[in-house]
């Protein structure tokens, strides 16, 4: 039986009126943010005034037809688009703690990609030994001694849930690896250099249904450590992996929400079209 409010009960809500993050203490906290983010091929728009948080430790996926801006969104996160010329943005990438602005001038893209790693679509490890493909971010960052360089690959490689299969033969070619393999690899590559944002670019798509399996696995596992952005057009799998997924389409984001809300009660009719398969 539940007995009459106590005094403490009564303190405790009156703390709470003049306290208003006792009231969201449990709404997660933000790792990244766009902020009318918009971003030109030259004179083509590709992305048009997005907004959209980004949680920290949560996993969120973006689903949408081909050409709709998932990937260009996705690599405006960390600067890939600084690679070619004619490419230009507009707003903003908040990136918190720090409350920086990821597309300044002023900001370094190689520091940028130090703190937002990426696994594209294809495996692509460097056509080096199993343990240098893991080590060349370190070294990158100025790393040079040799029992560091050893207890962080190792570690990574642990993260990247291939360690046992690669501990005896760390000085093998990657490329040797199956393609499943080589795509954790890849996942330990980026996870070396210890970023805050993980990005995925359909990273199963090339991968068979159990190699797709260990990844998706992987991925459940990684979010208790780092915050994850997917791209994926499987929408199991996005329902499967995500905590809040965002469904864009012409370079317009159009729904943002918790995953089992944009999957079962959408708001917007172009989102359920999607979902269901009526468009797309």
Same mark, same amino acid.
């Given at each position: 039986m539940v007995g009459p409010p106590t005094s403490?009960?009564?303190?405790?809500?009156?703390?709470?009126?003049?306290?208003?993050?006792?009231h969201t203490q449990d709404k997660p906290q933000l790792k990244a943010e766009a902020r009318n983010l918009s971003f030109y091929y030259g004179a083509a728009k590709a992305l048009k005034g997005i907004n959209m948080p980004i949680y920290d430790r949560k996993v969120t996926a973006?689903?949408?037809p081909s050409g709709c801006g998932k990937s260009?969104? &996705?690599?405006?996160? !960390? *600067?890939?688009?600084? &690679?070619?010329?004619? !490419? *230009?943005y507009e707003?903003?990438?908040?990136?918190?703690?720090?409350?920086t602005n990821l597309l300044s001038a002023e900001v370094d893209p190689i520091e940028v990609r130090m703190r937002v790693g990426m696994v594209f679509q294809k495996p692509n490890p460097f056509p080096k030994t199993i343990?240098?493909?893991?080590?060349?971010?370190?070294r990158v960052r100025g790393l040079t001694s040799k029992r560091l360089l050893e207890e962080k690959?190792?570690?990574a490689l642990r993260a990247g849930a291939i360690w046992d299969?690669?501990?005896?033969?760390?000085?093998?070619?990657?490329p040797t690896l199956s393609g499943g393999q080589q795509q954790r690899l890849c996942i330990a590559r980026a996870l070396a250099t210890e970023p805050e944002l993980l990005l995925f670019d359909e990273p199963t798509s090339a991968l068979d249904p159990i190699a797709t399996g260990a990844i998706e696995e992987l991925v459940s596992e990684l979010k208790k450590r780092v915050t994850i952005?997917?791209?994926?057009?499987?929408?199991?799998?996005?329902?499967?992996?995500?905590?809040?997924?965002?469904?864009?389409?012409?370079?317009?984001?159009?729904?943002?929400?918790?995953?089992?809300?944009?999957?079962?009660?959408?708001?917007d009719r172009r989102t359920e079209d999607y979902i269901t398969g009526r468009m797309g």
């Amino acid at each position: 039986m539940v007995g009459p409010p106590t005094s403490q009960d009564t303190n405790d809500k009156l703390k709470a009126l003049k306290d208003p993050m006792m009231h969201t203490q449990d709404k997660p906290q933000l790792k990244a943010e766009a902020r009318n983010l918009s971003f030109y091929y030259g004179a083509a728009k590709a992305l048009k005034g997005i907004n959209m948080p980004i949680y920290d430790r949560k996993v969120t996926a973006l689903i949408g037809p081909s050409g709709c801006g998932k990937s260009t969104y &996705l690599r405006s996160f !960390n *600067r890939m688009h600084d &690679l070619y010329p004619g !490419n *230009r943005y507009e707003g903003e990438i908040r990136f918190f703690p720090d409350n920086t602005n990821l597309l300044s001038a002023e900001v370094d893209p190689i520091e940028v990609r130090m703190r937002v790693g990426m696994v594209f679509q294809k495996p692509n490890p460097f056509p080096k030994t199993i343990f240098e493909n893991v080590a060349y971010g370190l070294r990158v960052r100025g790393l040079t001694s040799k029992r560091l360089l050893e207890e962080k690959v190792e570690q990574a490689l642990r993260a990247g849930a291939i360690w046992d299969e690669v501990k005896d033969r760390l000085q093998a070619l990657a490329p040797t690896l199956s393609g499943g393999q080589q795509q954790r690899l890849c996942i330990a590559r980026a996870l070396a250099t210890e970023p805050e944002l993980l990005l995925f670019d359909e990273p199963t798509s090339a991968l068979d249904p159990i190699a797709t399996g260990a990844i998706e696995e992987l991925v459940s596992e990684l979010k208790k450590r780092v915050t994850i952005l997917i791209v994926t057009h499987n929408m199991q799998q996005a329902a499967r992996v995500s905590d809040y997924t965002a469904y864009m389409y012409l370079g317009e984001m159009i729904e943002f929400g918790k995953t089992d809300e944009i999957f079962f009660k959408p708001n917007d009719r172009r989102t359920e079209d999607y979902i269901t398969g009526r468009m797309g």
